[in-house]
């Protein structure tokens, strides 16, 4: 399966300020997604990542608070803009696996946020 | 969207016993169902998926069954050992996945 870099591991971070986490796939791929996991809770599809057009946002997501680049088949990073304690959360990436036929979903290691 | 229930939220088996987690979902768009399970401070780890053409596959001590006309999927774990204790997440999915709110698998020894 795809082998997925993210960084930073974890961070803390003023309130007001913003942070950019970074995904680096070892393959190209399509879709890149982007979760949320807040503490105790499950995960949360924030967005999906195309190269080439702009994220698709789920509900209750949105560019200004949480802005996606994905300049390359490779590369994605997702920004939480000024940032409150409710953003504390560890935040995934992930891709589909597009070479397996069951097309499973390999998940980054995630990213730890705490807003002070 | 798509909404996916889950239960039960706490699981607690004996050692050596089977373990099952149901979950249901919502869109009949939905394709592919995987599991996940999650160990403390770490990401989740696919255990088994099954796409919607697909009724039931096994993988050793792991199952999963699919009922698309109810919208139904389950894990069946047997012979549990204390090294599945964790919280296990199923998901459905036709892009992004949404995922159930998880089950606490406790393996009493």
């Known amino acids: 399966s795809a082998v997925i870099s993210q960084k930073p591991s974890r961070d803390i971070c003023q309130r007001g300020t913003s942070l950019t986490i970074q995904c680096q796939v070892d393959?190209?791929?399509?879709?890149m997604f982007w979760y949320r996991q807040q503490p105790g809770q499950s995960l949360t599809l924030i967005a999906t990542?195309?190269?080439?057009?702009?994220?698709?946002?789920e509900s209750g997501f949105v560019i200004d608070k949480f802005p996606i680049s994905r300049p390359n088949l490779t590369f994605s990073t997702l920004t939480v803009s000024n940032m409150s304690p409710e953003d504390s959360s560890i935040y995934l990436c992930?891709?589909?696996?597009?070479?397996?036929?069951?097309?499973?979903?390999?998940f980054g290691s995630g990213t730890r946020l705490t807003v002070v | 969207g798509e909404n996916v229930e889950q239960h039960p939220s706490t699981l607690s088996v004996q050692e050596g016993d089977s373990a099952v987690i149901k979950c249901t979902y919502s869109?009949?768009?939905?394709?592919?169902f995987p599991w996940y399970k999650q160990e403390l401070g770490k990401r989740p780890q696919l255990i088994i998926d099954?796409?919607?053409?697909?009724g039931e596959k096994k993988d050793q001590r792991i199952a999963v069954t699919l009922n698309k006309t109810a919208k139904h999927f389950s894990l069946h774990i047997t012979e549990t050992q204390p090294e599945d204790s964790a919280v296990y997440f199923c998901?459905?999915?036709?892009?992004?996945?949404?995922f159930g709110k998880g089950t606490h698998l406790i393996i009493q020894p």
């Open positions: 992930s891709v589909r696996d597009e070479v397996r036929a069951s097309y499973g979903y390999t």
């Open positions: 393959s190209q791929v399509t879709m």
């Open positions: 990542a195309n190269q080439g057009s702009e994220a698709t946002y």
């Open positions: 869109d009949s768009a939905s394709n592919y």
């Open positions: 099954i796409r919607s053409n697909v």
């Open positions: 998901a459905a999915s036709r892009g992004g996945l949404t």
